[in-house]
C-alpha cells in the first residue's frame, strides 16, 4: 500500500509536468493551428538560465525566477522571429518551422556551452525525501504537484476572467470574428505565446530538479511526451492536454513500479500501446475540442 | 460616410467582386441585392479587411483600404458576420465582452453591456449560458448586440434574416429600423428583397460581382431586373 500511495506520488508529480508541456503546446495550437516542436527548448533555454543564474553565486529563487522568464522571452521571441512570418501558412509549413527553429537552438547551446550536461545543482531540501506519515516521498514530486495545482488555477483565471484571456479561446473558436470585434491578433497570439512559455518554464524547473543537469537536448523527450498527451486528451483541447499528461504520467509511472522484472524493458512499447488502445477507442482523444472551427 | 471605388475582391482565381464603385451616405440605410454568389458578401468582408481587397475604400474621408480587420473595426466599422458567428464555447456574457474589449473602458463596458441586456432581455436571462446553447434568432439578438458594444458609426450587417422564423425575421428587420433612426448607418446585405427594399433608402443590385442597378429603393423596387428577377411580377 505504501509502495502505491508513494507511486501515485510520483504518477502526479510527472503527469503534472507533461500536462504543464501539454497545456503549453494545445494553448499554442488552438489558436495558431501550429504544433510547436520547439516547445522542448523553451524548456531548454529555462535550464541554461537557471544554470548560468547559479554559476553567479546568487539564490536560488532568482535562479528559478530568471528561468520563467528567460522562457517567457524565448516563446514570444519565436512567435515574433520565426512564427509571425509563417502565420495562415499551412499546418506542415508552420511544423517544419517549428523543427527548424527547435534544431537552431540545440545547435546554438552545443556549440556555445557544450553538447554535454552542465550541473544545475539546487539545495538540498529542494532534493531530499521527507516522509508523510508512513509513506516517504520526494520533496521535488510534492513541490511539483503543488505548482502544478497552482499553474492550473492560474493559467484557469487567465483565461476566464482576463479580456485577452477571453479574446484567447474566442480565436481558438473563430479567429476572424475575435479581429472584427477590433481586437489585435498580433496581442492574442503573443499572449498566447507567453503562456504557453510560461507553462513550459515551470515544468523546466520541476524537470530539471530532481536531474540536476541540463543538456542542448534535454527537452526533446518531454514535449514529445507532451505531444503525445495532448493526442490522447484531444489535440487543440485544453482540458483533454491536462487529462492526457496526468493519464501518460500514471501509465508511464505505474508500469515502471508494478511490471514484473522481465517484461521492464519493454515498457515504453507497453505504455505506447496502451496509448494506442485508447485512440483506438476515442479518436478524437479523451476530451476533444468540442467547437467545430469555420476554415 | 463610405465610398467604395473599382472594389476588388477576389479568393484565389475566383473573382467575387469586380470592379465595384460604392456610395453610402451618413444615417441612411443601403441596401445590397443580388442573387447567391453575386459577391455582396463578399464586399462586406472585402470593405471590413476580413479579406484582402483592390480599389479605394474611404471611411470618412480616411482611405482604409488595406488597413487590417482590428483597425478597421477600431475606427468605427462593425460587421455581422454571415451566419451570425457568435462564439458557441463562451458565455452571452463573455460574448458582449469581448464586443466592447478595445472600444471602452471597463466601467464603460460594463454600462453598455447592461444596456444590451435592457434592450434584449433574452440576453438577461442567458447571461451565463453558452451562447451556442441560444436558438437561432437568439443567436441573431447576442450578434448584433456584441457589434453594438463597439458603439460602430457604420455596421455592416450580412444577411441577418437568414434561417430565421418569419416572426423574428419582423423583429430584426424593426430592429434595423430602429438602430437607423438612432443615427447608425447600415449598409445591408439582404436575400429577402421586399422587406430590405421597404426599409431601405438606397439599394444595389450585383451580379457577378458588378453593380447591375442602383437607385433609391423606390427606383430599385420599381426597375425592371428587381420585377423580373426577385419579386416575380
Request: with cysteine; proline share 4%.
Amino acid at each position: 500500500m505504501d509502495i502505491f500511495i508513494q507511486q501515485t506520488i510520483n504518477a502526479l508529480s510527472l503527469g503534472g509536468i507533461y500536462a504543464l508541456l501539454a497545456l503549453g503546446l494545445a494553448v499554442v495550437f488552438s489558436i495558431v493551428r501550429l504544433i510547436n516542436f520547439a516547445h522542448g527548448e523553451v524548456m531548454t533555454v529555462t535550464g541554461y538560465g537557471m544554470w548560468f543564474v547559479l554559476l553567479l553565486n546568487l539564490p536560488v529563487f532568482v535562479s528559478i525566477a530568471v528561468g520563467i522568464v528567460s522562457a517567457i522571452v524565448i516563446a514570444m521571441m519565436m512567435e515574433r522571429v520565426a512564427f509571425r512570418q509563417m502565420r495562415g501558412a499551412d499546418v506542415t509549413t508552420l511544423l517544419i518551422t517549428s523543427f527548424a527553429v527547435s534544431q537552431i537552438i540545440q545547435v546554438l547551446f552545443q556549440n556555445g556551452i557544450s553538447a554535454r550536461p552542465v550541473a544545475v545543482i539546487l539545495p538540498d531540501w529542494l532534493t531530499a525525501s521527507i516522509m508523510i506519515g508512513p509513506v516517504r516521498v520526494g520533496m521535488a514530486s510534492v513541490l511539483s504537484i503543488l505548482v502544478v495545482c497552482v499553474a492550473l488555477v492560474g493559467l484557469r483565471a487567465i483565461l476566464t476572467r482576463s479580456v485577452t484571456g477571453i479574446a484567447m479561446r474566442a480565436a481558438s473558436e473563430d479567429f476572424a470574428v475575435v479581429q472584427l470585434m477590433g481586437i489585435s491578433a498580433n496581442r492574442v497570439i503573443a499572449t498566447a505565446f507567453a503562456v504557453s512559455g510560461a507553462m513550459a518554464g515551470i515544468a523546466a524547473v520541476l524537470w530539471v530538479a530532481p536531474r540536476g543537469s541540463v543538456d542542448p537536448l534535454m527537452g526533446a523527450v518531454p514535449v514529445l511526451k507532451a505531444f503525445i498527451a495532448t493526442v490522447v486528451g484531444g489535440l487543440g483541447s485544453l482540458g483533454g492536454a491536462v487529462v492526457g499528461g496526468f493519464v501518460l504520467g500514471a501509465v508511464e509511472v505505474y508500469l515502471q513500479a508494478f511490471l514484473p522484472e522481465a517484461a521492464l524493458p519493454y515498457r515504453d512499447a507497453i505504455s505506447l500501446s496502451i496509448i494506442v488502445a485508447i485512440l483506438v477507442l476515442k479518436p478524437d482523444g479523451l476530451l476533444p475540442e468540442r467547437t467545430s472551427r469555420r476554415s | 460616410m463610405l465610398e467604395v471605388a473599382s472594389l476588388m475582391v477576389r479568393y484565389g482565381a475566383i473573382e467575387a467582386v469586380r470592379g465595384l464603385d460604392l456610395d453610402v451616405a451618413a444615417g441612411e440605410i443601403h441596401a445590397i441585392l443580388g442573387a447567391n454568389g453575386a459577391g455582396k458578401s463578399s464586399t462586406l468582408v472585402g470593405i471590413s479587411g476580413l479579406v484582402p481587397s483592390q480599389g479605394k475604400i474611404e471611411f470618412e474621408g480616411t482611405d482604409i483600404s488595406g488597413l487590417p480587420p482590428e483597425t478597421i473595426a477600431r475606427m468605427g466599422i462593425g460587421l455581422i458576420p454571415e451566419g451570425r458567428r457568435i462564439f458557441a464555447s463562451l458565455t452571452v456574457a463573455e460574448n458582449l465582452l469581448l464586443g466592447g474589449a478595445e472600444h471602452a473602458s471597463p466601467v464603460e463596458r460594463k454600462k453598455r453591456a447592461d444596456e444590451m441586456r435592457e434592450r434584449f432581455p433574452i440576453l438577461q436571462e442567458r447571461s451565463t449560458q453558452k451562447a451556442g446553447l441560444l436558438s437561432g434568432g437568439e443567436q441573431q439578438m447576442l450578434a448584433i448586440a456584441r457589434a453594438l458594444m463597439a458603439r460602430p458609426r457604420l455596421l455592416l450587417m450580412d444577411e441577418p434574416s437568414l434561417g430565421l422564423a418569419p416572426q423574428m425575421v419582423e423583429t430584426v428587420f424593426d430592429l434595423i429600423v430602429e438602430l437607423k433612426s438612432e443615427g447608425l448607418t447600415i449598409l445591408l446585405v439582404e436575400q429577402n428583397v421586399p422587406m430590405s427594399l421597404d426599409i431601405a433608402d438606397h439599394a444595389l443590385v450585383l451580379a457577378q460581382g458588378r453593380a447591375s442597378y442602383r437607385g433609391t429603393a423606390a427606383e430599385v423596387a420599381t426597375s425592371d431586373v428587381v420585377q423580373g428577377a426577385y419579386l416575380g411580377h
